[in-house]
């Protein structure tokens, strides 16, 4: 894991990168300092911030993901002078920097710079994987391996685009247009973006292998029973064949194919098959406007859902438009509050903790901004509170000019 084969490097290299690995089972077997990213061998803290870097898979996954034929493309818009764009990007744990990466580019390819915090704890002080004191250098390479496996481990993610209801309806017709065309010389197809065509690939591939924990799958069964009022199956023509995703209203013998069923059911649909045969605790679950097409009722419901989804150990990422929504995880943010402090109500099996939430606020040409939990406001974005002042303000004008033109036509003429 630390360096691969041993006669990958020559004796006296050897010699010197084990000595570095003897002076890190010293730092280890200090238990009463942290044990620190500055404390790794030089190798592996290089190695790290390289990975973090990498200009090639950036800039190619970039490309496949917003589908570019290159990223100076995404300058366009930007209202900059320099016809420069820039992403920056700081990872914190607390009031602590973990990382940060920026990558820039004005016409002529992406510079990419990055940093990790050399004071990132890895170990605490009293971390129960210390107790044992570490003597030779397996020991370290052991340990470097749990470390790996508990904190950096590459987990599945995954994304509902803003464009699923129609691919749900559609899916279909679009497999077979592929396959209709695909022998036809100098044929173009208009391709999708990488996220799209991820999402697509998922529901033409679709298997029930795959079984996702007790708990997120409750949560796939409480949103088919409190939203969708029914259940989301799927039929194969032929065992090799790809999905037909069906759905069956309560106590119904019937079944309506997604095209038939309304765009909240096909919204929510390849949400429900996610939970139940694909999302692990500890992934993370990207979703685009989950409130798409709900009655604000039910985009009150569904931040229910995505609270159980953090109580089951999901990670959770939204973008939404919706203030019911927002306004209903600052309760259930306040619900939480009220747990700490050793009282509970009705629904207080669906909460959130203040620390598990961020929310953050995007603006045209001007950095995100984070929107902190406020107990009385909860998460408010200014400019929703201006566009409501400005509606109520003008409603409460209206209201007076009617009235007035009222009063001035009952008045007789002498």
């Not at 036809?184 to 924990?213: A, H, K, L, M, W």
């Not at 037909?244 to 949400?271: D, G, I, K, N, W």
């Not at 929310?359 to 939990?373: D, G, I, M, R, S």
Request: proline share 4%.
């Amino acid at each position: 894991f630390l360096y691969g084969p041993r006669n990958r490097y020559p004796q006296s290299e050897q010699k010197a990168l084990e000595q570095e690995l003897l002076e890190v089972v010293e730092k280890l077997n200090t238990l009463e300092h942290p044990f620190k990213f500055s404390d790794l061998p030089q190798h592996i803290s290089t190695q790290s911030e390289s990975m973090l870097t990498n200009q090639e898979d950036f800039i190619n996954e970039l490309k496949r993901c917003l589908d570019l034929e290159s990223v100076s493309k995404l300058i366009r818009f930007t209202g900059s002078r320099d016809n420069e764009m820039k992403v920056a990007l700081s990872v914190r744990e607390g009031d602590q920097t973990c990382w940060s990466f920026e990558a820039r580019d004005a016409g002529s390819g992406p510079t990419i710079t990055g940093h990790i915090n050399p004071d990132i704890i890895l170990l605490e002080a009293n971390d129960a994987m210390r107790k044992t004191e570490f003597h030779e250098i397996s020991d370290v390479e052991h340990l470097f391996r749990i470390l790996h496996a508990r904190r950096w481990r590459t987990r599945n993610a995954y994304y509902l685009p803003a464009a699923r209801s129609g691919i749900m309806q559609s899916h279909g017709v679009i497999k077979l247009a592929l396959v209709k065309h695909a022998t036809r010389n100098r044929f173009e197809v208009s391709t999708f973006s990488g996220v799209i065509g991820d999402f697509f690939e998922q529901i033409v591939n679709y298997r029930e292998s795959t079984i996702s924990p007790n708990s997120v799958r409750r949560v796939a069964e409480e949103l088919e029973a409190e939203l969708l009022e029914g259940r989301i199956e799927d039929k194969r023509p032929a065992s090799e064949a790809s999905p037909e995703f069906l759905y069956r209203p309560e106590q119904s013998e019937y079944t309506l194919r997604m095209s038939h069923a309304s765009a909240m059911v096909s919204e929510l649909a390849p949400l429900v098959y996610l939970l139940r045969h694909s999302v692990q605790r500890g992934e993370l679950l990207i979703i685009e406007e989950p409130e798409s097409h709900l009655h604000p009722d039910l985009q009150t419901k569904i931040a229910h859902i995505l609270a159980r989804l953090v109580r089951a150990g999901v990670r959770v990422l939204i973008t939404t438009h919706s203030n019911y929504l927002l306004q209903q995880i600052g309760n259930l943010i306040r619900e939480g509050e009220l747990q700490k402090l050793g009282e509970s109500t009705s629904e207080s099996a669906d909460h959130l903790k203040k620390e598990e939430v961020g929310a953050w606020q995007f603006h045209k040409n001007e950095p995100v901004t984070e929107l902190p939990f406020d107990l009385v406001e909860g998460i408010e974005p200014e400019d929703h509170l201006d566009i409501a002042e400005d509606l109520y303000n003008r409603a409460a004008g209206l209201q007076n000019r009617i009235e007035e033109t009222k009063a001035g036509d009952a008045v007789e003429p002498e």
